[in-house]
């Protein structure tokens, strides 16, 4: 059974930085591509970014990719968003998604649609 697994969110002051790890079983670790994607009170959900089994990476916003990096663990079967700057907007829960070998491009895939697999989500909340 594919499962993934947010961890890592929690209160942050403004300016602050939070890295939030994605971790997989049941996946053949080295074929899947792991995007990130936040929902906020009362929005859509929003793409974050992805990286492929290479290591290469797909952006979905480009405003968030200043400040928030996506990376992977080649060794593990682990996910990394680093978020630095952060801001009370950036408040929301983060999850991340599996597709197989490759991040999925065009609007639809930047809103999470044709991600196989999701894990529960990480809340993240910035507050002063």
């Known amino acids: 059974q594919v499962q993934l697994e947010e961890s890592g969110g929690g209160l942050v002051q403004p300016g602050g930085s939070l890295r939030l790890s994605c971790v997989s079983s049941?996946?053949?670790?080295?074929?899947?591509?792991i995007a990130w994607f936040r929902r906020a009170p009362g929005k859509e959900r929003e793409g974050i970014g992805c990286i492929n089994v290479k290591g290469v990476r797909t952006i979905y916003s480009d405003a968030l990719t200043e400040r928030f990096t996506i990376s992977r663990d080649g060794a593990e079967s682990t996910v990394y968003l680093q978020m630095n700057d952060l801001k009370l907007d950036d408040t929301a829960t983060y999850y991340c998604a599996a597709s197989p070998l490759i991040c999925l491009r065009g609007n639809d895939a930047s809103s999470g649609q044709g991600y196989d697999y999701w894990g529960q989500g990480t809340q993240v909340t910035v507050s002063s």
């Open positions: 049941g996946l053949i670790r080295s074929r899947y591509a």
